[in-house]
């Protein structure tokens, strides 16, 4: 009869030891066997409902609502104080401003204009001159080019030099006339004045004669006046 040899136990060896041997206790090696009902009874990661649950206590579900609305309703109230404490008093410098300059362009091109207009029918060299002058001053002194963010700062202040013309304190008609347009057309206009003999004063003058009004007269019609009917009901 064959017997199956038996694996010597923790046991035999203690007594082994016991008895003088020179064997070393060992200590029983972890199972390696898989646990069928490991994966049912095991233990599990925290679940992400128990930790959503714990951070609706500490935050309330509404909380990230109501800083929203506040923060928006804030910055409402921000923007209108702050506009019924500048807006008004901002349009009326650039408002004033900008009248100044725009009246001292349209002088320029006038006085340009009247020129052009003299010479109109010819084809004088002088004539073409003065109608490609007339070109440019439009396209340059343009409401787009005078405003344009070559000239200005965003917050509407000039970026070029001004200079005080009379006294310590820079007036609107001191940063017109610095404007570099303004200041290089004036120079053109300047130089025609002269060259044409010119005088802007009699532009000053307000007793010139005046067409006189025309009296409102019926008119009278040669066409002979039309029979009424009568309305047909």
């Known amino acids: 009869m064959h017997f199956q040899p038996i694996e010597p136990s923790a046991g035999d060896a ?57 923060a928006t309703a804030g910055y409402r109230e921000g923007v209108t104080a702050a ?16 009248a100044t300059i725009g009246q001292r362009a349209g002088q320029l091109l006038g006085t340009l204009e009247g020129v052009s207009d003299a010479f109109k029918g010819q084809t004088s060299e002088a004539a073409l001159a003065a109608e490609k002058l007339l070109t440019e001053a439009h396209e340059e002194l343009s409401t787009t080019r005078i405003v344009s963010p070559e000239y200005w700062a965003p917050d509407g202040n000039w970026t ?34 002269n060259l044409w003999k010119i005088n802007p004063s009699i532009l000053d003058d307000d007793t010139g004669p005046r067409l006189d009004a025309m009296a409102d007269e019926p008119l009278i019609s040669s066409a002979p006046p039309a029979a009424k009917k009568p309305l047909d009901w």
């Open 160 to 193: 070029f030099e001004v200079k005080a013309g009379e006294g310590e304190d820079v007036l609107f008609p001191d940063v017109a006339n610095a404007h570099p347009l303004i200041r290089k057309w004036n120079d053109i206009v300047d130089e025609h004045i």
């Open 14 to 70: 203690y007594l082994s030891q016991a008895e003088g041997g020179g064997a070393v206790s060992r200590e029983p090696e972890p199972s390696t066997a898989l646990d069928p009902f490991d994966d049912v009874f095991g233990s599990t990661p925290a679940s992400p409902t128990e930790h959503r649950d714990a951070q609706s206590a500490a935050h309330p579900s509404d909380m990230r609502r109501l800083q929203t609305e506040h």
């Open 83 to 98: 506009k019924d404490s500048s807006m008004q008093s901002g349009f009326d410098e650039g408002f004033s401003l900008g």
